[in-house]
């Protein structure tokens, strides 16, 4: 989870539930460090310390232990402090963890550019993963079409394209192999000439 959205009521749950969870710390994050484990810092780990919160309201929300790490990005150069409940697994291995969930904010900033879903029509979980796998399904099918056509224009003109002739009965490698602007074509033929030169 990123760590604008850290809520420790919520962390509890999971932890009650059973599901362990990573996520960054807040910078003013108050807490007693309990145990202190030896860490390689030849892999960018810092520290992998056993904290208790000891916040006004973070000490009754999440009584438990927690685990706090830090890494070293060295591509990014930044410092990354992140918190868990699991003690079972390196801490090199949370830290990656941690690392993957950027490409999870990657991939769904890619949904909401390339997918054009304005809304969902549902809001159940089959509903929302319904109209997902359409919109891919649409993308990957107007991605086979570009390829097989050998069209040069984008996926976007191509969707853009599709959208304003869906209904209509022109023959897709002819709707978009089309180079004139059919908003300057419809501009000029609609205009009124005042003198013909």
């Not at 059973?18 to 309990?34: D, E, M, P, Q, S």
């Not at 685990?67 to 402090?81: N, T």
């Not at 022109?170 to 004139?180: N, R, V, W």
């Amino acid at each position: 989870m990123d760590r604008a959205y850290l809520d420790y009521r919520r962390l509890r749950r999971f932890t009650i539930a059973g599901a362990f969870f990573v996520t960054r710390a807040k910078r003013n994050l108050r807490c007693t460090i309990r145990d202190v484990r030896p860490v390689d810092r030849t892999t960018g780990l810092r520290s992998d310390h056993t904290i208790v919160l000891n916040g006004i309201k973070t000490a009754t929300l999440y009584p438990e232990s927690l685990r706090r790490g830090a890494f070293y990005d060295v591509e990014h150069k930044r410092r990354i402090v992140f918190i868990t409940n699991n003690f079972a697994i390196p801490a090199l291995t949370i830290a990656g963890l941690y690392k993957c969930r950027w490409q999870i904010e990657l991939f769904f900033k890619w949904i909401k550019q390339h997918l054009r879903m304005k809304a969902f029509f549902g809001t159940s979980d089959n509903a929302v993963k319904t109209q997902i796998w359409i919109a891919i399904s649409v993308y990957v099918l107007v991605a086979i079409v570009k390829k097989e056509l050998g069209v040069q224009r984008s996926l976007y003109e191509i969707l853009q394209v599709l959208s304003l002739t869906l209904f209509e009965k022109t023959p897709l490698f002819q709707a978009l192999q089309a180079e004139i602007d059919a908003s300057k074509q419809d501009a000029d033929r609609n205009q009124l000439k005042l003198f013909e030169l």
